[in-house]
């Protein structure tokens, strides 16, 4: 059984905890306003730019000389994951879920005998997929001394990827990222950036028509490199929200379980204090009587 001191010692240090976790929590929140409204001021933007793109593309979609960004290489056979995670820990379950989607579509891509790549950006994603697939990951980007993610990250990312389609280094490219829904809600999300997908518009809408100028070939070779910097984008500051919602909700749960540790230790020691200073009345009483 611990002792006195042993309990006292444990009390102070969980109640330190609580004080680091509760920070953490209130720093978590803070970040997560800017955060969410960085990431829900992006999607009408991201929202349009597919539908431009789709309406351009519909209308060249198997002509010749469209580009290989929208109709790709004509093969399905390497695939390149880009696996985006966080740069620290202590956000519950935030990592993990993205990881094991990626997980998942790196063993059946194996199963149907594909090439598989990946690109990891954050160490976080990193750490956890070289245990497996360290063999697979053929570079890792940093976000570790960025503090607020901006377009020109995304562009970067997106510069790599393009130079490495354009080498012949793969022929699919999916990004893989959490959607941010609230607090307690993030959904993993896998979405083709190479060749281009787009989401088929309800049947009820009629189409609408445009004339381009230029035309559609030329506007469509400046569009689709900033679409993909653009899903880049996107899917860095759904993450960067996912992050803070997942960090504000595991420190909120870790300060209310160093809660409930800490009633427990003070009961425990106060159920021993009661213990030994009967003892000590005990003996007291019994030397008494000795005499």
Avoid: W
């Avoid at 990431?39 to 431009?52: I, W």
């Avoid at 004509?74 to 879920?97: A, I, Q, W, Y």
């Avoid at 989401?199 to 900033?226: K, M, T, V």
């Amino acid at each position: 059984m611990a002792s006195l001191k042993e309990l006292r010692n444990r009390i102070a240090s969980v109640k330190a905890t609580q004080k680091i976790t509760k920070a953490m929590q209130m720093v978590a929140a803070a970040k997560l306003r800017r955060a969410q409204g960085a990431a829900e001021a992006a999607r009408p933007y991201a929202e349009r730019m597919d539908q431009v793109l789709a309406g351009l593309a519909g209308s060249l979609m198997g002509a010749e000389g469209a580009s290989p960004l929208m109709v790709g290489t004509g093969k399905d056979d390497v695939h390149l994951l880009v696996v985006c995670t966080s740069e620290r820990g202590l956000c519950g379950g935030f990592n993990s879920s993205i990881v094991r989607m990626a997980r998942e579509r790196v063993a059946r891509l194996q199963a149907d005998g594909k090439t598989v790549k990946i690109l990891c950006v954050g160490r976080k994603g990193y750490d956890q997929l070289r245990r497996v697939y360290g063999g697979l990951i053929i570079d890792t980007i940093s976000l570790r001394e960025v503090k607020q993610i901006g377009y020109q990250n995304a562009v970067d990312i997106a510069n790599d990827i393009l130079e490495r389609f354009n080498n012949g280094e793969f022929d699919v490219c999916k990004i893989y990222f959490n959607t941010f829904k609230s607090v307690i809600s993030q959904i993993p999300t896998e979405v083709q950036l190479i060749p281009a997908k787009f989401e088929e518009e309800d049947g009820d809408s009629e189409p609408a028509f445009y004339d381009y100028e230029p035309d559609e070939e030329e506007i469509l070779a400046d569009l689709l490199p900033r679409a993909v910097a653009s899903q880049i984008f996107t899917a860095l500051l759904e993450n960067s929200a996912s992050e803070q919602g997942a960090r504000m909700s595991a420190m909120d749960n870790a300060t209310r379980n160093a809660g409930e540790m800490i009633d427990k230790l003070t009961i425990q020691y106060n159920r021993s204090r009661q213990a030994a200073i009967t003892n000590e009345l005990i003996e007291i009483i019994s030397g008494a009587e000795a005499l």
